[in-house]
């Protein structure tokens, strides 16, 4: 059984920083592409970013681009995503998901996703 779970959400204030970690227990390898969504309240879940199998590929939404940065260590089987300059508009649940297929590519879409954690909460405020 594959699982994720997100932590490293919570209550920080504007212009600040959070860290969000994903693990993935139950892949044999590390070849999945892994993405970080998000759902802000009364919207569409969206992607934030996404990082292929050995990190040699990322996509950043043009929202988060300069702020946040993706990485991944595979001998921890652990994703990460840093987030700094937080602002009103970055609350939001953020999912981390897996990708097993075209792991060597960055997916942009949440039908790219295989497996999915259960989210993290990220309250921005003033």
């Known amino acids: 059984q594959v699982q994720l779970v997100e932590s490293g959400g919570g209550l920080v204030q504007t212009g600040g920083s959070l860290t969000l970690s994903c693990p993935v227990v139950?892949?044999?390898?590390?070849?999945?592409?892994m993405g970080w969504f998000r759902q802000a309240p009364g919207k569409e879940r969206e992607i934030v970013v996404s990082?292929?199998?050995?990190?040699?590929?990322?996509y950043y939404a043009d929202s988060v681009k300069g702020r946040f940065t993706v990485s991944r260590d595979n001998a921890k089987k652990t994703t990460y995503l840093q987030m700094n300059s937080l602002g009103l508009g970055d609350t939001a649940v953020y999912y981390c998901?897996?990708?097993?297929?075209?792991?060597?590519?960055?997916?942009?879409?949440?039908?790219?996703?295989?497996?999915w954690g259960k989210g993290t909460r990220v309250t921005v405020s003033s």
């Open positions: 998901a897996a990708a097993t297929a075209n792991w060597w590519l960055a997916p942009k879409t949440e039908n790219a996703m295989n497996y």
């Open positions: 139950g892949l044999a390898s590390s070849m999945y592409a």
């Open positions: 990082i292929n199998w050995d990190g040699d590929r990322k």
